[in-house]
């Protein structure tokens, strides 16, 4: 893959992150996970534990994947703070071995968590619970977070989470809930999210080589003030024939940039019912953003530098109402190889105040579209703007 040119990764950090603070500011409230807790328990922690109490450890714990699980948590309200030490399994690698297994609302907190195959877990039958996850390591397992219960809620601040197969998912089929990440690092995963029958709630974080950010397979994901960089895919959204669907893939404010693709060869194009793209920038990706959609929102957003722009078609499957809709607006195609915006017939998004340069296909290859005027195009190389009006300038 090309390198990034040096100012362009200037510009998009410049661009993305100024006004940060008011991007975390949105829909947040003051942190408590470093809230003071009297412990009570710590000094006498064992593998294979109960915690009923707040605690905090005062040594790394070697505990062996044939057990149960390492620690469990099993008091209300519970505080577990690892107190800057590891949690680590010994014994041969295990996917089914526990970490931290938690059957409470409670918290865990500033350590690491190394080599089990689920680093934390969420047991079934545990009832609707609210975890909070604060400057935790989960490394080097199967799964970071393991959800097994019906709506459990995750507030997930301040991790790294690396070398997983998965970095946070549930049980196919056997789990619902919601994962709230902020200010978070995910890294060197094979998969670093999926959402089955979850919705992911991303803020402030960042994705770098992992061999795939997410998979919406069922439910929604939005990713906002965020860096996804350097990994083999951006995302996965198949058109599965059952009953998963993908409700909306949302970014905002977001760097999407040296990705080996947007998508898996094996799923070239997202499918979900909705796209929304707001003040996002895609530059210098391997290959184009493919999207069968049943509506999108794309509002000033910028393609730059990638394999090819942004191509939009219809999404086919028996629940789609019909050709595709929505808004594509106050968006820049900038020396893209191939079209700058491609709309598939017979795709019908209003297409208005874009501006398309320098791309090696058309700038705005949109027979089907309704031009809702002030597009711009020039000096594309197999000519400006097909099915609406652009101007040159």
Same mark, same amino acid.
């Not at 915690?51 to 994947?65: G, N």
């Not at 680093?119 to 970071?144: C, E």
């Not at 184009?288 to 999108?296: D, I, K, R, S």
């Given at each position: 893959?090309?390198?990034?040119?040096?100012? +362009?990764?200037?510009?998009?950090?410049? %661009?993305?992150?100024?006004?940060?603070? !008011?991007?975390?500011?949105?829909? %947040?409230?003051?942190?408590?996970?470093?809230?003071?807790?009297?412990?009570?328990?710590?000094?006498?922690?064992?593998?294979?534990?109960?915690?009923?109490?707040?605690?905090?450890?005062?040594?790394?714990?070697?505990?062996?994947?044939?057990?149960?699980?390492?620690?469990?948590?099993?008091?209300?309200?519970?505080?577990?703070?690892?107190?800057?030490?590891?949690?680590?399994?010994?014994?041969?690698?295990?996917?089914?071995?526990?970490?931290?297994?938690?059957?409470?609302?409670?918290?865990?907190?500033?350590?690491?968590?190394?080599?089990?195959?689920?680093?934390?877990?969420?047991?079934?039958?545990?009832?609707?619970?609210?975890?909070?996850?604060?400057?935790?390591?989960?490394?080097?397992?199967?799964?970071?977070?393991?959800? !097994?219960?019906?709506?459990?809620?995750?507030?997930?601040?301040?991790?790294?989470?690396?070398?997983?197969?998965?970095?946070?998912?549930?049980?196919?089929?056997?789990?619902?809930?919601?994962?709230?990440?902020?200010?978070?690092?995910?890294?060197?995963?094979?998969?670093?999210?999926?959402?089955?029958?979850?919705?992911?709630?991303?803020?402030?974080?960042?994705?770098?080589?992992?061999?795939?950010?997410?998979?919406?397979?069922?439910?929604?994901?939005?990713?906002?003030?965020?860096?996804?960089?350097?990994?083999?895919?951006?995302?996965?959204?198949?058109?599965?024939?059952?009953?998963?669907?993908?409700?909306?893939?949302?970014?905002?404010?977001?760097?999407?940039?040296?990705?080996?693709?947007?998508?898996?060869?094996?799923?070239?194009?997202?499918?979900?019912?909705?796209?929304?793209?707001?003040?996002?920038?895609?530059?210098?990706?391997?290959?184009?953003?493919?999207?069968?959609?049943?509506?999108?929102?794309?509002?000033?957003?910028?393609?730059?530098?990638?394999?090819?722009?942004?191509?939009?078609?219809?999404?086919?499957?028996?629940?789609?109402?019909?050709?595709?809709?929505?808004? +594509?607006?106050?968006?820049?195609?900038?020396?893209?190889?191939?079209?700058?915006?491609?709309?598939?017939?017979?795709?019908?998004? %209003?297409?208005?105040?874009?501006?398309?340069?320098?791309? %090696?296909?058309?700038?705005?290859?949109?027979?089907?579209?309704?031009?809702?005027?002030?597009? +711009?195009?020039?000096?594309?190389?197999?000519?400006?703007?097909?099915?609406?009006?652009?101007?040159?300038?």
């Amino acid at each position: 893959m090309k390198q990034t040119r040096g100012f +362009v990764v200037a510009m998009a950090v410049t %661009t993305l992150l100024t006004g940060a603070p !008011e991007a975390q500011a949105r829909d %947040t409230e003051p942190s408590d996970a470093e809230a003071p807790v009297v412990y009570t328990g710590g000094s006498h922690v064992r593998c294979g534990d109960t915690i009923t109490e707040h605690t905090r450890l005062t040594r790394d714990l070697y505990c062996p994947s044939s057990a149960p699980f390492a620690l469990r948590v099993a008091g209300e309200g519970v505080v577990l703070d690892l107190g800057g030490h590891t949690v680590r399994r010994t014994g041969p690698a295990d996917i089914y071995s526990q970490g931290i297994t938690l059957q409470a609302n409670s918290m865990v907190r500033n350590g690491t968590i190394q080599g089990f195959g689920r680093a934390i877990m969420v047991l079934g039958g545990s009832g609707p619970l609210n975890v909070r996850l604060h400057k935790l390591a989960l490394l080097d397992g199967y799964a970071g977070v393991f959800n !097994e219960a019906t709506a459990t809620a995750f507030l997930i601040t301040e991790c790294r989470v690396s070398g997983q197969s998965v970095g946070m998912r549930g049980e196919i089929d056997a789990s619902t809930g919601s994962f709230d990440v902020r200010s978070s690092v995910f890294t060197h995963n094979e998969l670093a999210m999926l959402a089955d029958f979850h919705s992911i709630d991303v803020l402030d974080s960042t994705f770098t080589s992992n061999g795939n950010a997410f998979n919406c397979w069922d439910g929604l994901i939005r990713i906002r003030s965020s860096t996804i960089a350097w990994n083999d895919a951006v995302g996965e959204i198949r058109n599965d024939p059952g009953f998963r669907t993908c409700n909306e893939i949302r970014f905002e404010n977001t760097l999407i940039a040296n990705n080996a693709a947007f998508a898996l060869a094996s799923e070239p194009v997202w499918n979900p019912i909705k796209l929304s793209m707001l003040d996002t920038l895609a530059v210098h990706n391997g290959t184009g953003l493919q999207v069968a959609a049943e509506t999108v929102y794309i509002d000033g957003s910028t393609f730059h530098d990638n394999a090819s722009g942004l191509t939009l078609s219809t999404r086919e499957g028996p629940t789609t109402p019909g050709p595709l809709t929505g808004i +594509v607006r106050g968006n820049q195609f900038l020396s893209n190889d191939g079209d700058g915006l491609r709309v598939e017939p017979p795709s019908t998004p %209003t297409v208005i105040n874009n501006l398309a340069l320098n791309n %090696t296909g058309f700038g705005i290859y949109a027979p089907t579209a309704y031009d809702g005027g002030g597009n +711009v195009a020039r000096n594309n190389t197999a000519g400006n703007c097909v099915g609406i009006v652009c101007a040159m300038y």
